[in-house]
């Protein structure tokens, strides 16, 4: 099967020396392209920021990957939103007061839209409160397979190469804990249900 695998923080430039980003450290994503090569698929890994660097950019080049791929599975941490002008020019220090915002498009949800029949979307969220009512609403939204929700508070945050406890939530709602599990058995287990979802064989609730 060809996996298009997507890790890793997007970034935001606000000028040619300072962006925007988040934490991640695209941990999962290696993991995920490990064990799908383990199981001899075919992997087109775009990772972030290195492959793409904004969200607008890799919406882009995920469009013209996707057609090509049985399955999509999106661990990358993407900036929900960019400044809304980039200066050309290094903003002098006394100027960055204020940086003003605009909203990212959500890119599941836009590649949703031409998702083909027996593909496979699988994603990622992370809340801070009503886990598995959030995370069953972006499987939903996003139409996703399966959905891998984590819980993130401060001074507890799943990034990087830990054990973490996380929650698989599929179309029925159906969710399995998974409890100290190493990011690199969730990639194993992911590319296992993957598979499965994409038989076409639909979960057990
Ligand atoms: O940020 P959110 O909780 O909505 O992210 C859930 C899933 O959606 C993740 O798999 C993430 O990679 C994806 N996402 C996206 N486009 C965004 C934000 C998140 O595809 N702008």
Redesign the pocket.
């Known amino acids: 099967m060809r996996f298009l695998i997507?890790s890793g923080p997007t970034r935001e430039p606000i000028d040619p020396v300072r962006y925007l980003s988040n934490y991640s450290t695209g941990t999962m994503g290696r993991y995920l392209v490990e064990a799908a090569k383990a199981r001899r698929h075919q992997v087109d890994w775009v990772e972030c920021p290195q492959t793409v660097e904004t969200?607008r950019d890799l919406l882009r080049e995920l469009k013209r990957r996707l057609p090509k791929n049985d399955v999509l599975i999106?661990?990358?941490?993407?900036?929900?939103a960019r400044p809304v002008a980039v200066s050309s020019q290094k903003i002098k220090k006394e100027k960055l007061s204020t940086l003003r915002l605009i909203k990212?498009?959500?890119?599941?949800?836009e590649l949703s839209k031409s998702k083909k029949k027996g593909q496979v979307f699988i994603?990622?969220?992370?809340?801070s409160g009503n886990l598995l009512k959030n995370g069953y609403e972006?499987l939903r939204r996003?139409m996703l397979g399966l959905?891998v929700v984590q819980k993130v508070v401060k001074n507890n945050t799943p990034f990087g190469d830990k054990l973490i406890d996380a929650f698989l939530v599929d179309v029925c709602g159906c969710v399995e804990p998974l409890k100290k599990i190493s990011k690199k058995k969730l990639a194993r287990l992911l590319i296992q249900r993957a598979e499965v979802l994409a038989r076409g064989v639909s979960p057990r609730c």
Request: hydrophobic residues 55%; negative net charge.
């Open positions: 997507v969200a999106m661990a990358a941490a993407v900036c929900d990212n498009p959500d890119i599941l949800q994603g990622f969220a992370l809340e972006k996003k959905i």
